[in-house]
């Protein structure tokens, strides 16, 4: 009779225990916090990123604007520069600065310079700037808004399940002194 009980006993027994719980405890949830202290690191520094990217394009924007003067390869050169600085992650920077045009008889747009740095192949013209239509604001008849299109890729410190992310920002600003800035580009 003493044989038939103690299979049973024991397994009954090691169940009841409860020294030794936390280990285990620990050894199950261990993985899983650092799994999440590091995916909320990479979420929050792609975040942060992605502002950094907005900011600049908004910076560029605005110093454009504030110009008088006739915009060369050299300013644009420094706007490149500048977006370099205020990013944090340089993998694949792109830049791309337009002046459009808009004409209230045709209701179109139409593309006076374009200017691109880092990765862009192929500046905004009047074939394609079509393509923005529905991205660009009201405006008035013969009123330009200079167009700023920055691009960088997030490249994640950990593999937490997010990829590579392409972090593209489209900003428009109105020139502040001078309807139409002179580009030489």
């Known amino acids: 009779?003493?044989?038939?009980?103690?299979?049973?006993?024991?397994?009954?027994?090691?169940?009841?225990?409860?020294?030794?719980?936390?280990?285990?405890?620990?050894?199950?949830?261990?993985?899983?916090?650092?799994?999440t202290i590091m995916a909320g690191y990479t979420f929050f520094e792609a975040y942060r990123q992605?502002?950094?990217n907005i900011k600049a394009a908004h910076t560029i924007g605005d110093l454009i604007s504030r110009e008088t003067r006739e915009i060369n390869s050299a300013?644009?050169?420094s706007m490149e520069e500048?977006?370099?600085?205020?990013?944090?992650?340089?993998?694949?920077?792109?830049?791309?600065?337009?002046?459009?045009l808009y004409d209230a008889a045709d209701k179109s747009h139409s593309v006076n310079w374009s200017a691109i740095r880092g990765g862009y192949t192929e500046k905004l013209t009047n074939a394609n700037i079509g393509q923005y239509?529905?991205?660009?604001?009201?405006?008035s008849d013969q009123n330009t808004l200079i167009l700023v299109e920055t691009s960088n890729t997030f490249v994640p410190r950990?593999?937490?399940g997010l990829d590579n992310v392409e972090l593209e920002n489209f900003?428009?600003?109105?020139?502040?002194?001078?309807n139409n800035i002179k580009g030489n580009v």
Do not use: C
Not at 8 to 35: D, M
Not at 84 to 98: E, P
Not at 171 to 178: G, K, L, Q
């Open 1 to 35: 009779m003493r044989i038939k009980r103690f299979p049973t006993l024991r397994p009954k027994r090691f169940l009841a225990r409860e020294n030794g719980s936390i280990s285990v405890e620990a050894v199950l949830i261990f993985p899983i916090l650092v799994w």
């Open 50 to 52: 992605n502002a950094s």
């Open 75 to 77: 300013y644009i050169d």
């Open 82 to 100: 500048m977006f370099r600085l205020m990013v944090v992650n340089h993998a694949d920077l792109k830049i791309r600065i337009s002046l459009v």
């Open 133 to 139: 239509q529905d991205a660009l604001p009201p405006m």
């Open 158 to 160: 950990f593999k937490v």
């Open 171 to 178: 900003v428009f600003t109105r020139p502040r002194f001078a």
